[in-house]
C-alpha cells in the first residue's frame, strides 16, 4: 500500500519546545516538500528537498528545520524560534522536482500551542 | 509566494448542479495543475495541464487553460455531495524553479 504516512496526526507544542514532525513515503519518490497550511489559506513552502542529503528552504523556512539522511524520511523540526506554529503541516512526496510533477501529500499534522 | 488566485472563494450549489471555479495567476507558467483537499485532509491531485495545452478532461472535470489572460477553470459536472471540498490551483514556473505556488482555494459545498 504505497503512499505519504505524517505522525502524529495532532501535536502540542509547550513555550520554548522543539516538536518533529514525522514523514515517511515508500512511492521511492526523489522529492519531498513540507508545506504550511494556516485557515482558510493555501499551502506555503516550508522547505523541499530534491534528493537525499540536501535540502533547500522555501518561502517561510525561519523557524524550522528539516534533514534528509534517509530517501523514505523527511522529518520537520519546529523550533522555538517560530513564534507562530499553530497551523496545519502538509508533507507531500513527487518523482522528481523539476517540470511541475504531480505531488502526493500525507494526511497532515495538526500543530497546536498549549 | 502564492502566485495564484481563485474565484470565487466559496460556492455552494444543489446535487446534480455544475460547479465552476477560476484560477488567476500573475507571470507565465510551466503548468497548472488542481487539487482537491476534504476538510481537516491532505490534498488530492486532480488534473495537470501543460502551458500549451487549452483544455483537458478527466471523467466529470473539465480544465480550460487561458495563458493570454492568465487563467485557468475547473468546471466539475454534474456535482455529487462527495465533491464538497476546496479546489486549489498551483502553478509552477521556471522562474520558482519549478516549485508550486498554490491559491487560497475556493471551498465547494454541494447541498444533497
Known amino acids: 500500500d504505497g503512499g505519504i504516512t505524517q505522525s502524529p496526526k495532532y501535536l502540542f507544542r509547550k513555550e520554548g519546545q522543539n516538536v518533529t514532525l514525522s514523514c515517511e513515503q515508500n512511492l521511492n519518490h526523489d522529492a519531498m516538500y513540507w508545506y504550511r497550511q494556516d485557515p482558510g489559506q493555501g499551502l506555503r513552502l516550508i522547505y523541499y528537498?530534491?534528493?537525499?542529503?540536501?535540502?533547500q528552504k522555501g518561502d517561510i523556512a525561519e523557524g524550522y528545520s528539516v534533514s534528509r539522511e534517509k530517501k523514505e524520511s523527511f522529518p520537520l523540526t519546529v523550533t522555538s524560534a517560530q513564534k507562530n506554529p499553530t497551523a496545519f503541516y502538509l508533507c507531500?512526496?513527487?518523482?522528481?522536482?523539476?517540470?511541475?510533477?504531480?505531488?502526493?501529500f500525507g494526511a497532515g499534522t495538526r500543530l497546536s500551542v498549549l | 509566494s502564492q502566485q495564484g488566485e481563485e474565484d470565487p472563494q466559496a460556492l455552494s450549489i444543489q446535487e446534480g448542479e455544475n460547479a465552476t471555479m477560476n484560477c488567476s495567476y500573475k507571470t507565465s507558467i510551466n503548468n497548472l495543475q488542481w487539487y482537491r483537499q476534504n476538510s481537516g485532509r491532505g490534498l488530492v491531485h486532480l488534473i495537470l495541464?501543460?502551458?500549451?495545452?487549452r483544455e483537458k478532461h478527466s471523467g466529470r472535470l473539465r480544465v480550460t487553460l487561458d495563458t493570454s489572460k492568465k487563467s485557468s477553470s475547473l468546471l466539475i459536472t454534474a456535482s455529487r455531495a462527495a465533491d464538497t471540498a476546496s479546489y486549489f490551483c498551483?502553478?509552477?514556473?521556471?522562474?520558482?524553479?519549478?516549485?508550486?505556488?498554490f491559491g487560497a482555494g475556493t471551498t465547494v459545498t454541494v447541498r444533497a
Open positions: 528537498s530534491q534528493i537525499v542529503n540536501d535540502f
Open positions: 507531500a512526496s513527487s518523482m522528481t522536482s523539476g517540470g511541475g510533477p504531480s505531488q502526493y
Open positions: 495541464i501543460r502551458s500549451n495545452e
Open positions: 498551483a502553478t509552477d514556473s521556471r522562474s520558482n524553479d519549478y516549485k508550486l505556488s
